[in-house]
């Protein structure tokens, strides 16, 4: 009954901005690019959430895990992990690899994962300039992965000046550094950004000591697992004419950190050194009613895993070493056309070209063990798509659309959008919106010893039903989603042959509900909030089962923000309901719920610089999200931000 109440509690005073930003905001300012052209967000039907720099400051020292886990719809299992935590992102309830991370509006999943995810580590919160977060099946603009979502990381902009210079400085728990200094502007046609960031941890053991009895990981005999971290971006944009802009963006980070060998298991010598480069070109042309863009992004990835083995070792494994390799090209063309004020068709064409690699080494008594994947593991999809934004009278919006994937594999599928909205008023929208969408084999389940190439992509259909309330002191949202997935790609171990191969042969069911409020209390109170509650079961051999592992069922975030001339208090209250372990994980059934107690106090020293201290899990709550791993406990960050 205890629970039940909390629940209800929560779900009632549960609240978040459509728009999270400091400032009194009206949707119909916002512009986002949830259909690839810019658009007020109360024009269109899709789900869409803005973090915009407002909230990115409030929340500078964090990284892009801990800002996007306090999102509604989003659960990120593994952002209060040490720094280099290999990050479960549940969307919806979706899978990890269900959701497609885009940069600036170009794809850039990892085709060296398993599930083709992006590792988020990779990626500075101080690069950042807004995140739309799009809702729903969104394949048939975005393509494939877009199950149950799209994030769009759209980095910083070169500022209007012909010089800006930028910078911050965190230094926090565990002795970590963050160090970011950026040069900015704009000089005749040319506009550019040059921007490094640095990292620097000892961190805290990931793996919990089980002879810890007190659960506090700082008294364990396990040793720290360290993190570093270089990152460098450069943006250079050159403007041809009026109607004519190229720009070109260059992303390389590298970040080495330690591993233990399992839960509740220590390994002093168990490394991971991950690397990756984004390199995009992009042409814009807009004249008249046209607006045509081409762009070209290659996506390079690697990582190495290495275990000598000289602290834990045993006659199953003396030494072993993985790496892995991911290539992705991707070229679009896409072209806008607006007939009249409001009404829109875009066509567009996209080709991906994926290649990945692996190498395993395993060293035993019992001799080697060598597995992997060759340079002929590849996969080429070319898609044709369309959206048509129709406005057949005022208050009446229409999104509609369609795309065509080949792929070499196992040859064609299609998604298909449609999306009305309706207007009651200024202040009011309804809004309907059913889907489909896919998420193609990846490389290692169609080309690794348990690959089948004869698998067929993932194909889903969502349904959504929704509610927007929107004024300049109070906006309020809820909507309803339901997922259905066919043809789920699952990995089978036969213990008779001690082999396994993956299959299409399961199903999966997810339904939820969503509320994000904002609301300007007063003229220095403002409070926002969200609610996520979600769903779902499995049809594995016509058996329904549980396999919502890890995922909560409720969650909800809650902050109030004070400021006060040059004063500012944001204390933020993360409430996590009880989870399912993992399938293969030790420990209870059920993971117990939490609560999360923080607060930011900021400072304007003047209109140039910037300090604060961050204090995270105020109550030093001790917590699991996954079994026999420590999450931070009491910590703080404090920091100074410049703009010149």
Not at 142 to 147: P, T
Not at 192 to 211: E, H, I, M, P, Q
Request: net charge neutral.
């Amino acid at each position: 009954m205890k629970k039940m109440i909390l629940s209800v509690a929560a779900l009632v005073g549960s609240h978040f901005l459509w728009s999270q930003s400091s400032t009194p905001t009206d949707l119909n300012e916002v512009t986002i690019t949830a259909n690839k052209i810019d658009q007020k967000q109360m024009e269109t039907g899709k789900v869409v959430s803005v973090i915009d720099q407002a909230m990115i400051q409030r929340n500078m020292g964090k990284s892009i895990a801990e800002l996007l886990n306090q999102a509604s719809g989003i659960f990120m299992n593994g952002a209060n992990n040490p720094l280099g935590t290999n990050l479960e992102l549940y969307f919806r309830g979706a899978n990890t690899g269900n959701i497609l991370i885009l940069m600036d509006g170009n794809p850039i999943n990892d085709a060296s994962f398993i599930n083709n995810s992006f590792d988020l580590n990779h990626i500075s919160l101080a690069q950042i300039e807004k995140i739309e977060i799009i809702k729903g099946a969104q394949s048939t603009i975005w393509g494939s992965d877009a199950m149950a979502g799209v994030i769009n990381i759209i980095t910083k902009k070169p500022s209007l000046d012909k010089v800006n210079i930028f910078a911050n400085l965190n230094y926090g728990s565990y002795n970590t550094i963050k160090a970011d200094v950026g040069v900015n502007g704009n000089w005749k046609k040319i506009d550019y950004l040059l921007n490094a960031d640095f990292v620097k941890s000892d961190g805290f053991t990931a793996a919990r000591d089980t002879n810890d009895n007190t659960t506090n990981f700082t008294k364990s005999s396990f040793d720290k697992d360290g993190f570093q971290q270089m990152n460098v971006q450069a943006k250079l944009g050159y403007r041809i004419n009026e109607h004519l802009k190229v720009s070109g963006q260059f992303l390389v980070t590298n970040y080495k950190t330690s591993l233990d060998a399992g839960p509740f298991t220590d390994d002093k010598d168990n490394t991971a050194d991950n690397f990756n480069n984004i390199n995009n070109l992009t042409f814009k042309s807009n004249k008249d009613k046209w607006s045509v863009v081409f762009t070209n992004t290659y996506i390079h990835a690697k990582r190495k895993y290495l275990d000598d083995s000289t602290d834990i070792s045993s006659f199953y494994s003396k030494f072993n070493s993985t790496d892995y390799k991911g290539n992705t090209l991707t070229n679009e063309l896409y072209a806008n056309y607006r007939f009249s004020k409001n009404t829109n068709l875009l066509l567009g064409v996209q080709n991906n070209f994926i290649q990945s690699t692996y190498n395993y080494l395993s060293v035993s008594d019992f001799g080697n063990f060598v597995a992997g994947i060759g340079d002929s593991a590849k996969v080429n999809n070319t898609a044709l798509y369309s959206s048509f934004l129709f406005s057949p009278y005022k208050q009446f919006n229409i999104d509609a659309g369609f795309r065509l994937n080949r792929n070499s594999q196992y040859g064609n599928n299609a998604t298909f959008t449609f999306n009305p909205s309706y207007l009651l008023d200024n202040e009011n929208k309804l809004f309907v919106n059913v889907s489909s969408a896919y998420k193609i084999p990846t490389i290692y389940q169609l080309y690794s010893e348990a690959g089948n190439k004869d698998l067929k992509p993932e194909e889903s259909i969502n349904y959504e039903i929704g509610y927007q309330y929107n004024t300049i002191d109070f906006n309020f949202g809820v909507v309803g989603f339901k997922r259905d997935i066919k043809n789920l790609i699952v990995y089978v171990f036969d213990p008779n042959t001690f082999q396994g191969k993956y299959f299409n042969k399961n199903e999966q069911h997810d339904y939820g509900v969503e509320i994000e409020c904002k609301v300007n209390l007063s003229k220095h109170i403002q409070y926002f909030g969200n609610m996520t509650y979600t769903e779902g079961k499995g049809i594995s051999d016509g058996v329904s089962v549980n396999n919502y592992y890890r995922r909560p069922n409720f969650v909800s975030n809650n902050s109030i923000i004070f400021n006060y001339k040059n004063f500012s208090i944001n204390p933020l209250v993360k409430i996590v309901g009880e989870r399912k372990k993992g399938e293969y994980d030790l420990g209870d059934d059920i993971l117990k719920s939490y609560l999360l107690v923080d607060c930011r106090l900021g400072y304007a020293i003047n209109k140039h610089l910037n300090t604060f201290i961050d204090l995270r899990n105020i109550t030093n709550t001790y917590y699991i999200d996954a079994p026999g791993y420590n999450n931070r406990r009491f910590n703080f960050n404090i920091g100074l931000s410049g703009n010149f």
